[in-house]
């Protein structure tokens, strides 16, 4: 037994030997297989005269005032060659830091007047802001003309380092506030009363203010705003230490009263008339028919000519849900824009339309302002306004910033008394016609069947025997 050990003992001690004496190859030197990286060329520095536009009689330039370099560059990319009416009035007394009030129809520009100011004054005069502080301050009465606002900064601004932030009520709520507390914000543009609530919970500061904006007042006097805009402008410095822009598509007694209560005695005011602002850049045509009519010439309009793009007013909601349905039975792809659409479902919609996955918007009011998409060739006025401002708005879709467009309206037996308070209002008179032959045609049979809800059957009574006593509940 004990040699049995022995023996297991130098076996062992010789496989350990020979495991301990093997020497692994040396291993070969590893080919360089990563080829050198060339250095990527330098990118070409963007200067002014990457932008060149020429002097043109009775037009004005961007050229023509002082602005930075990074605004330039945005305004390039956007091809914003000349200013609107608007701009040019406008920006020569602004950009010297003067208070403003300007009557002036959406469309026209002025939008692009408030931000260049204010990114101009910013970028000349830059420092760090604390959190839920900002320098500017732009207020508007619903969350469409917000959210435009917003996208419209976003690209004159991409060229710098200020940040803007919505604030608006219907969703998003919890992430508002998140974004308010992450980082600073340069400027904040917002809807009354979701700042009012932010304001309370100690989330917004506004006494470091420079600029405020109001925009569209006579709008919110007319949706009862201006208890809040009054509370909101009182929390920012005093109207001689800031710099506040009015506007206003109509200049009444009771808006001026507001514009003299916020801005200073040497404000400049700016009036731009609507036969300026809408007559001359859309074509306007009103066909005369009928209500029974209506639906048949609207839809060989757009057939006929193959809209792309099209825009279409209603006056009322339940008018917009039933011309939807019906024009998806014809084959038209539409979707609908009203007041009892949740804010999450208006943007889906707006964005659908944009990126043309729907042809056909067919909207109320609630898309007369604020409302910027890009390429509308036509607005169809399906029922004419009671008001003849509604339908400067709604025209104002189209042809926006100098763009041209084409306004077509359907007046039928009771909307047609509304026309001469809108020839009125614009100064001139509208071509009226009567539907040419290819409108008039019947219409096609529908490609989609009408889907009305399920009728349930109604369920017959029980005839059967009555449960025994020990299944019932006692």
């Given at each position: 037994m004990?040699?049995?050990?022995?023996?297991?003992?130098?076996?062992?001690?010789?496989?350990?030997?020979?495991?301990?004496?093997f020497?692994p190859?040396?291993?070969?030197?590893?080919?360089?297989?990563q080829?050198?990286?060339r250095?990527?060329?330098?990118?070409?520095?963007w200067?002014?005269?990457?932008?060149?536009?020429?002097p043109?009689?009775g037009?004005t330039r961007?050229?023509?005032?002082?602005?930075p370099?990074?605004?330039?560059?945005?305004i390039s990319?956007l091809?914003f060659?000349?200013c609107?009416?608007?701009?040019?009035?406008l920006?020569?007394?602004?950009?010297?830091?003067?208070?403003a009030?300007?009557?002036?129809?959406?469309?026209?520009g002025k939008?692009?007047?408030?931000?260049?100011?204010?990114?101009?004054?910013f970028?000349?005069?830059?420092?760090?802001?604390?959190?839920g502080a900002?320098?500017?301050?732009i207020?508007?009465?619903?969350?469409e003309?917000?959210?435009?606002?917003e996208k419209?900064?976003k690209?004159?601004?991409k060229y710098t380092?200020l940040?803007?932030?919505?604030?608006?009520?219907?969703?998003?709520y919890?992430q508002?506030?998140?974004?308010?507390r992450e980082?600073?914000?340069?400027?904040?543009?917002?809807?009354?009363?979701?700042?009012i609530?932010?304001?309370?919970k100690k989330?917004?500061?506004?006494?470091k203010?420079?600029i405020?904006?109001?925009?569209?007042?006579?709008?919110?006097l007319?949706?009862?705003?201006?208890?809040d805009v009054?509370?909101?402008?009182?929390k920012?410095?005093?109207?001689?230490?800031r710099?506040?822009?009015?506007?206003?598509?109509?200049?009444?007694?009771?808006?001026?009263r507001?514009?003299e209560?916020?801005?200073?005695h040497s404000a400049v005011q700016i009036?731009?008339?609507?036969e300026?602002?809408a007559?001359?850049?859309i074509?306007?045509?009103i066909?005369?028919?009928?209500?029974k009519?209506k639906?048949k010439?609207v839809?060989n309009?757009?057939n006929n000519e193959?809209?792309?793009?099209?825009?279409?007013?209603v006056n009322r909601?339940?008018?917009a849900?039933?011309?939807?349905?019906?024009f998806?039975?014809y084959?038209?792809?539409?979707?609908?824009?009203?007041?009892d659409i949740?804010?999450?479902?208006?943007?889906k919609?707006?964005?659908n339309?944009?990126?043309?996955?729907?042809?056909?918007?067919?909207?109320?009011?609630?898309?007369?302002?604020?409302l910027?998409v890009?390429?509308i060739?036509?607005?169809i006025n399906?029922?004419?306004?009671?008001?003849?401002e509604?339908?400067?708005h709604r025209?104002?879709?189209t042809?926006r910033?100098?763009?041209?467009?084409?306004?077509?309206?359907?007046a039928?037996?009771?909307?047609s008394f509304f026309?001469?308070?809108?020839?009125?209002?614009?100064g001139n008179?509208?071509?009226?016609?009567?539907?040419?032959?290819?409108?008039?045609?019947?219409?096609?049979?529908?490609?989609?069947?009408?889907?009305?809800k399920?009728?349930?059957?109604?369920r017959k009574p029980?005839?059967?025997k009555?449960?025994?006593?020990r299944?019932?509940q006692?």
């Open positions: 004990k040699q049995f050990f022995l023996f297991l003992k130098t076996l062992f001690n010789k496989k350990h030997q020979t495991e301990s004496s020497v190859p040396p291993s070969r030197p590893k080919a360089k297989t080829k050198s990286r250095p990527k060329p330098e990118k070409k520095k200067s002014i005269n990457d932008f060149a536009v020429e043109k009689e037009e961007f050229h023509d005032f002082d602005l370099l990074s605004v330039m560059h945005a990319d091809k060659n000349y609107t009416p608007i701009q040019a009035k920006l020569s007394h602004t950009l010297e830091g003067k208070d009030t300007a009557k002036a129809q959406t469309g026209t939008s692009a007047s408030f931000i260049i100011t204010i990114l101009t004054a970028i000349k005069k830059a420092f760090k802001n604390r959190k900002p320098r500017a301050l207020l508007a009465p619903t969350r003309l917000v959210y435009q606002i419209d900064f690209e004159l601004a380092n940040r803007i932030l919505s604030i608006f009520g219907g969703t998003g919890k508002q506030q998140i974004m308010l980082r600073p914000v340069d400027i904040i543009v917002a809807t009354p009363g979701r700042l609530d932010f304001m309370n989330l917004i500061n506004l006494s203010v420079e405020v904006v109001i925009d569209e007042a006579d709008r919110m007319d949706m009862g705003f201006i208890p009054r509370r909101i402008i009182l920012t410095p005093h109207k001689n230490k710099q506040t822009l009015f506007f206003s598509a109509t200049l009444t007694s009771d808006v001026l507001l514009a209560s916020w801005t200073t009036e731009i008339d609507p300026q602002a007559a001359d850049s074509h306007q045509i066909y005369i028919s009928t209500e009519d639906f010439h839809y309009l757009i193959q809209l792309k793009r099209v825009l279409l007013f909601k339940d008018t849900r039933i011309l939807s349905t019906k998806e039975r084959g038209q792809k539409c979707s609908v824009l009203s007041g949740s804010q999450d479902k208006r943007f919609v707006l964005n339309f944009k990126l043309g996955r729907i042809n056909l918007l067919v909207a109320t009011d609630v898309a007369a302002r604020g910027h890009e390429d060739s036509h607005v399906y029922d004419l306004p009671h008001e003849p509604h339908y400067i025209i104002g879709r042809g910033a100098g763009a041209t467009g084409i306004s077509i309206s359907f039928d037996e009771m909307s026309i001469p308070k809108i020839e009125e209002m614009l008179k509208i071509e009226c016609e009567y539907p040419s032959e290819e409108l008039d045609k019947p219409l096609p049979k529908p490609k989609k069947k009408y889907c009305s399920p009728k349930y059957k109604k029980f005839r059967g009555r449960k025994p006593d299944y019932r006692k």
